[in-house]
């Protein structure tokens, strides 16, 4: 199966794309994540600000890594399609890249909470975990759980670029779910309590298919 992940900034799509990488053993393909790991400036900048980086880029990246051995028995992917001109790439370099099912899971979280939820932020780089200053704590302060790296605040973990990226969101990306919505793939699943209580919402769903 291959499970897509479109949200509002901040409703755990990492952290719900970690626990289903560990649990099930899919690639978790964070555009984020392809993206931080480009040494260009306008990239950085654009990282920084909250902005949409170029399409090309992004479907390059998408192709190489949804090529690789380990996705062809399905993946995660977090943070794509984002706005309508993605829905293309989506459909002709995602959906072919393997002979899987493909679901859309929209996490849902409310703007207040999402603001809260931003300037705790913590994520791990090597593994992709997430943790939070207020609502989950690391066992060790800054390092991480799982892999025992050192957790850091991303640069575009702030009030300011958060917002921008709500507006962005509501502007962009909910016409892609309505388009979405038009195709009868796409399940809603409330995020705005604990981790563990979203994962078993989209457990109750995954668990209905036979990939
Ligand atoms: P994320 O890690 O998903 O929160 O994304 C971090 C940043 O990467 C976004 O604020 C954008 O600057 C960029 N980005 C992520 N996904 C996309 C996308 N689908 N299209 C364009 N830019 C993206």
């Not at 950085?44 to 949804?66: M, S």
């Not at 300037?119 to 609502?135: A, D, I, P, S």
Request: aromatic residues 10%; hydrophobic residues 30%.
């Amino acid at each position: 199966m291959n499970i897509t992940f479109i949200s509002a900034p901040a409703a755990g799509k990492g952290l719900i794309s970690s626990m289903l990488n560990e649990k099930y053993g899919y690639p978790h393909v964070s555009i984020g994540d392809l993206l931080r790991g480009v040494d260009d400036n306008t990239v950085k900048k654009q990282l920084e600000n909250g902005e949409f980086v170029d399409n090309r880029l992004i479907a390059r990246l998408l192709k190489d890594r949804l090529s690789k051995s380990d996705c062809k028995d399905g993946f995660i992917l977090d943070g794509f399609p984002r706005n309508i001109s993605q829905i293309s790439i989506y459909e002709d370099i995602c959906e072919k890249a393997n002979d899987k099912k493909n679901i859309i899971i929209v996490l849902e979280i409310p703007r207040e909470v999402g603001e809260k939820r931003i300037t705790g932020r913590r994520v791990c780089l090597n593994c992709g975990y997430v943790f939070n200053e207020y609502y989950d704590k690391p066992l060790i302060d800054g390092i991480c759980d799982h892999c025992k790296h050192k957790l850091i605040q991303r640069s575009d973990d702030n009030i300011e670029t958060y917002e921008r990226r709500y507006d962005t969101y509501l502007k962009e990306t909910k016409p892609v779910i309505d388009y979405f919505e038009t195709k009868g793939k796409v399940y809603h699943v409330d995020s705005s309590e604990s981790g563990k209580k979203t994962f078993s919402e989209i457990e109750k769903i995954i668990g209905g298919y036979n990939d």
